[in-house]
DNA sequence: GGCACAGGTTACAACATTGTTACAAAAGAA
DNA sequence: TTCTTTTGTAACAATGTTGTAACCTGTGCC
């Protein structure tokens, strides 16, 4: 192999395991595995006063979870003209794949949680 | 139900979500889910420097990341008296048992950071 | 007009986390 | 004696993240 292709995919390895620590960096941040398995267990489209509710976090934070996952497509964001407004969030196919991990790695903390009372 | 027993299960409640939050925040730590899939990956004792190689992290986030996985029973370190020092982590079986779900949202990170190249 | 509501945004101060650098211990090799 | 190695720790400055408080929109209701 030449030293060129070498270089290539090297950096394409490296591209992608970049990709793979974004991914786990946006997973990490605070209160989204919380927010991706309380969408995952509902799935129907829910308002943002909901999984703040849910969640029980600021405002700043659900709203920047939110956006941080709709960029990311995970979610998509309806915004309803009604008065007040609505505006409802639904999980996208990519993040409802991710069901069966979570709810397994969830049951694994209610587990562990469980045992530590 | 006496107001007393309700008080008292729904105290059991808030420690339980609590404990539930506390295990949340411990996995949503820095390079911690990685840290946890390299080491169910190769499931053999492993030492400090293979781990931090692996990890691609300082030394000093290494041995946080270790040292409170250690504090919550999900690593057990053993160290040898060798010249220089031998140190090598191992998974508990309680981190063992992580491992499906763990595999399972590894592989949904490796799809996803495809798909975006 | 003034208030309420949902669903945010902005600014900012307080707090948390990170990597860097320096250091340590222990003993065998040069 | 000094160098090397592994496995860290301590201090600290830089950076990142959080919640709070204030504010905004649009409109129906009193």
Chains 1, 2 share one sequence.
Not at 67 to 93: I, S
Request: glycine share 2%.
């Amino acid at each position: 192999m030449s030293q060129v292709q070498s270089l290539r995919i090297e950096s394409m390895c490296e591209s992608a395991r970049s990709h793979v620590d974004d991914l786990l960096v946006l997973l990490s941040k605070s209160k989204m595995l919380s927010i991706l398995y309380i969408m995952n267990c509902d799935p129907t489209p829910m308002r943002f006063s909901e999984i703040k509710k849910r969640v029980d976090s600021s405002s700043t934070t659900v709203a920047r979870r939110l956006g941080e996952l709709e960029t990311n497509g995970l979610v998509t964001r309806t915004a309803y003209a009604t008065v007040p407004a609505t505006v409802e969030y639904t999980l996208t196919k990519d993040a409802i794949s991710l069901h069966p991990s979570l709810k397994s790695m969830f049951e694994w903390v209610l587990n562990r949680a469980d045992k530590s009372l």
